[in-house]
């Protein structure tokens, strides 16, 4: 378009619609020069390169949750699979530290890290982007925008050949797909949004994720609703942009086929350390000092620990007095950052409140080996999290012989705690009053049925093991790396 007829018709556009009109065509093309630049930069970077590269986008891969498990379990299954590639990870954590990965990843993972499996680090300084505190309002939106900022700085910085994304950003799938030109693939632990929250917000249930003031207000009701709508649209198409698909649980696997409206989608049951839990030798519960109650997990709101608090003062509160005084509450688990820290500082305050000092054991970022060695003197595996998408923990509490009470949804009631060889192997529970029926349950159990529980958990957890899950994830990608070539 010619300078002559482009200045008139800008002018007309400003008298018409004023000012807004140029900020949002100078915004336009601002993306879009980026969006061009980035593109082809990044399309520049695969034809100069002489090996291709999976890049793993995992902003906190130096963490200890079960999330972090399955990266390094897919980083070794791909690297042993298919070793022609680089594996690169797209993070923010601290890059002196990560050179130390492999030390790490053995230490809290007892995963094995082969030396000949290349493996490289892509720094993200604006991981910051990403932190649901940054957004006290309109979180998820917030969140996925934000990733979209640091998915920017992930491609400027390393266009991979194959992209996976294994921490739930769906919405860097269209970067690295249509900028990028890169094949995808999703390991989805939990979708942002679900169909479950629709409902918490419709019935107006108070929860981490829908504040008090909202709840009680018909209004901001109806509002969460629309926007939960939309961001639902929003993350469909994002999900469209994904060319593998695979999700950790049957429940997971509903919501995104629902949401994504993707019917390929196939379920890998995440890589639980099953091995050395089955190889935590089982001590009579009479032998033992205390009756310890184990829960593991990360100390991120959704886990609920405060619900074990308040299950852990009302079983004292009705328990005999044989059983209360060896009664201990251990919490294992990692801590992310500083809002992990201060939930845990929170949780201390409460154990004081409720008086329950004598009977709660924290245990932050323990190694391995003291993780064993608490299952190896516990008899319970306590799990509060409401719709945990799978349940590592609940797996491994199974594994390691504790008699499990996991909350009934999610994961945990649709494939893990189900029945095995037509008997029980663990208990459900969502109240507090629940929760105490189970661990009076327990208590009551003859030695014989104990055993025979434990072992009917341990023989179930078979189907979640390292081995199926090195066998199923690299499978799945096949396509991808090795895709065949038309005759």
């Not at 010619?2 to 915004?27: C, D, E, H, Q, R």
């Not at 920017?152 to 919405?171: M, N, Q, S, W, Y």
């Not at 049951?269 to 032998?287: E, K």
């Not at 957890?461 to 994830?473: G, I, K, Q």
């Amino acid at each position: 378009m010619s300078a002559k007829l482009f200045k008139p018709i800008m002018k007309y556009a400003a008298k018409t619609f004023g000012i807004g009109f140029f900020v949002a065509v100078v915004t336009v093309l601002i993306l879009a020069g980026l969006a061009f630049w980035i593109s082809k930069k990044a399309r520049r970077q695969k034809k100069n390169r002489d090996r291709k590269i999976v890049g793993l986008f995992h902003p906190y891969c130096l963490g200890g949750g079960g999330g972090e498990r399955v990266l390094w379990a897919a980083v070794n299954s791909l690297g042993r699979r298919y070793p022609e590639y680089k594996y690169v990870i797209y993070t923010g954590d601290d890059p002196q530290k990560c050179l130390s990965f492999r030390t790490h990843v053995l230490d809290r993972f007892n995963i094995e890290i082969a030396d000949d499996i290349t493996v490289e680090f892509v720094h993200l300084s604006l991981r910051p982007f990403l932190e649901a505190h940054r957004y006290p309002v309109l979180t998820m939106m917030g969140q996925s925008l934000g990733s979209i900022v640091v998915g920017l700085e992930a491609l400027r910085k390393l266009c991979p050949d194959v992209f996976i994304d294994t921490t739930g950003h769906a919405f860097t799938f269209p970067l690295f797909r249509i900028l990028g030109g890169c094949r995808t693939a999703a390991y989805v632990h939990y979708p942002t949004i679900s169909t479950d929250m629709l409902s918490r917000v419709r019935d107006r249930t108070c929860a981490h994720n829908n504040a008090g003031f909202v709840s009680r207000s018909r209004v901001l009701s109806s509002l969460k609703i629309y926007y939960y709508k939309l961001f639902a649209c929003l993350y469909g198409l994002a999900g469209h942009c994904c060319d593998v698909t695979m999700v950790n649980s049957s429940w997971t696997f509903n919501h995104i086929k629902q949401i994504w409206k993707c019917p390929t989608a196939e379920i890998v049951y995440p890589p639980c350390n099953v091995t050395n839990f089955l190889a935590v030798p089982l001590q009579p519960d009479a032998a033992k000092r205390e009756m310890s109650i184990v829960s593991i997990g990360q100390f991120r709101p959704e886990k609920d620990h405060t619900l074990q608090l308040r299950v852990l003062a009302e079983f004292l509160r009705v328990c005999p007095d044989t059983v209360r005084e060896r009664v201990k509450l251990h919490f294992v688990g990692s801590c992310r950052n500083a809002g992990d820290e201060a939930r845990v500082v929170a949780l201390r305050r409460t154990v004081e409140e409720l008086q329950l000092s004598q009977h709660v054991v924290f245990h932050l970022n323990a190694p391995f080996s003291e993780l064993l060695k608490v299952c190896e003197d516990g008899t319970i595996g306590i799990h509060s999290m409401w719709n945990e998408h799978f349940g590592i923990g609940v797996v491994e509490c199974m594994a390691a012989g504790l008699i499990t009470v996991a909350h009934d949804s999610g994961g945990p009631k649709a494939d893990i705690v189900v029945d095995w060889k037509a008997g029980r192997t663990g208990y459900l529970g969502s109240t507090p009053e629940t929760y105490v029926k189970a661990l009076l349950d327990i208590v009551n159990l003859t030695d014989a049925d104990r055993s025979a529980l434990r072992k009917r958990a341990r023989d179930s957890v078979c189907r979640f093991t390292d081995e199926v899950f090195d066998r199923e994830f690299g499978a799945a990608l096949e396509p991808l790396l090795r895709p065949r070539r038309r005759a």
